[in-house]
């Protein structure tokens, strides 16, 4: 499978450092292995996506293992929905691929490619670097570079992306996963910064040309040191609304509680 050129949207062909469509549009692949295809014109911001920071914290909190029940409930999902053999997949909004490395090995096993997006070059060229079996690219999830029909499966954990491109890009009856907050989810870290504290409001996703297989909860209970309940906090939008003397205070944690609460849905693609 080629990359589409982001700004023709024709195919891109792939040589030995760089891609290049028949308009002569050329993308430079990086030394870590990725390619960016997010033009300066698709940019909301100078670096959009996660800052650095954020992906330090994230990859701390997630190398402990404290969201392995999460991706290890995506990945036996692709594994039951997915094709036996030659099944590509793709997850949009990657960061820096740690779910991604996992749904990767599966589409070995099965003679297929796992594809990793991200607008945050930062977190695509430190997944890269780390995850080879995964075909990283920095791009935007509004604009997906991918021919019609280039998946068996799509994974979307939080990321944002209009129906419209996920049915584009999805084989007729492959699925989307998809993965959010449930009402109690970090409900003690939110109560650290708000002062009236709600719970995540639930609403009913509509995937126009999907159709909606399951829906499941997965929730659990963290116990977290200090170093990681600051990164859980740095991971997260409520960071920017966090006092500085309450980061201090989490770091000063010793068995710090909160509970995680994930809403999963499984889409099918409409033949």
């Known amino acids: ?81 997915l094709p036996e053999r030659g099944a590509d997949m793709l997850d949009i909004g990657c960061g820096e691929g740690y779910y991604t490395s996992a749904f990767a090995e599966l ?21 890269a670097k780390r995850y080879p079996a995964v075909r990283f690219c920095v791009a935007s999830s509004h604009r997906l570079p991918f021919a019609d029909g280039a998946f068996d499966g799509v994974v979307r954990i939080y990321a944002p992306c209009s129906a419209q491109e996920l049915a584009r890009v999805v084989k ?30 639930e609403r009913e996703e509509v995937l126009a040309g999907f159709e909606l297989q399951a829906q499941q909860t997965l929730a659990y209970a963290l116990t977290l040191n200090g170093e990681h309940a600051h990164a859980l906090l740095q991971m997260t939008p409520f960071a920017w609304r966090a006092r500085p003397e309450v980061k201090a205070q989490l770091l000063q944690e010793t068995a710090f509680a909160c509970e995680t609460d994930f809403a999963v849905n499984i889409w099918r693609r409409e033949a």
């Open 1 to 81: 499978m080629s990359f589409l050129c982001p700004l023709c949207h024709a195919p891109l062909e792939e040589g030995v450092s760089s891609l290049r469509c028949r308009a002569g549009h050329q993308f430079d692949k990086a030394k870590e292995g990725y390619v960016n295809l997010l033009p300066v014109q698709h940019k909301r911001s100078r670096e959009p996506g996660d800052s650095a920071e954020m992906m330090r914290a994230r990859r701390a909190f997630l190398d402990a293992g404290h969201y392995a029940p999460l991706r290890d409930a995506l990945a036996q999902l692709l594994a039951q929905h």
């Open 107 to 127: 589409a070995q096993q099965r003679g297929g490619t796992c594809y990793g997006l991200d607008v945050s070059k930062a977190a695509v060229r430190s997944g």
């Open 172 to 201: 007729p009856g492959g699925v989307v996963v998809t993965a959010a907050p449930g009402p109690r989810h970090l409900l003690q870290l939110k109560g650290l910064i708000y002062q009236d504290v709600r719970l995540h409001p």
